[in-house]
């Protein structure tokens, strides 16, 4: 386990060091989830929410092999698409 003291600023904000970020896999911009137990202790994790992308492009795959790419029609604005759909 990797441990280090930081200190909260009077705003709340405290600095995660790089070597900790880095050995959690923390990325620059990415979403951290942060959990306060009753014994007040904090647990800050990365979302990952790679098991929703794979499960967004295993459903686009499924869409291309069912329709095929010509069923997708093409909006310049939103306007247009709903003007499409009264249309049906």
């Given at each position: 386990?990797?441990?280090?003291?930081?200190?909260?600023?009077?705003?709340?904000?405290?600095t995660?060091?790089?070597l900790?970020?880095?050995?959690?896999?923390?990325?620059?911009?990415?979403?951290?989830?942060?959990?306060?137990?009753?014994n007040?202790?904090?647990?800050?994790?990365?979302?990952?929410?790679?098991?929703?992308?794979?499960r967004?492009?295993?459903?686009?795959?499924?869409?291309?092999?069912?329709?095929?790419?010509?069923?997708?029609?093409?909006?310049?604005?939103?306007?247009?698409?709903?003007?499409?759909?009264?249309?049906?």
């Amino acid at each position: 386990m990797t441990t280090t003291t930081i200190r909260a600023t009077s705003g709340g904000n405290f600095t995660v060091p790089a070597l900790l970020r880095k050995v959690a896999g923390i990325k620059e911009g990415q979403s951290l989830v942060v959990s306060v137990y009753a014994n007040k202790k904090i647990v800050i994790e990365p979302l990952d929410l790679s098991h929703n992308e794979e499960r967004i492009n295993n459903s686009a795959e499924k869409a291309r092999g069912e329709f095929g790419d010509k069923s997708a029609k093409k909006f310049k604005t939103a306007k247009g698409a709903i003007d499409y759909l009264h249309s049906l």
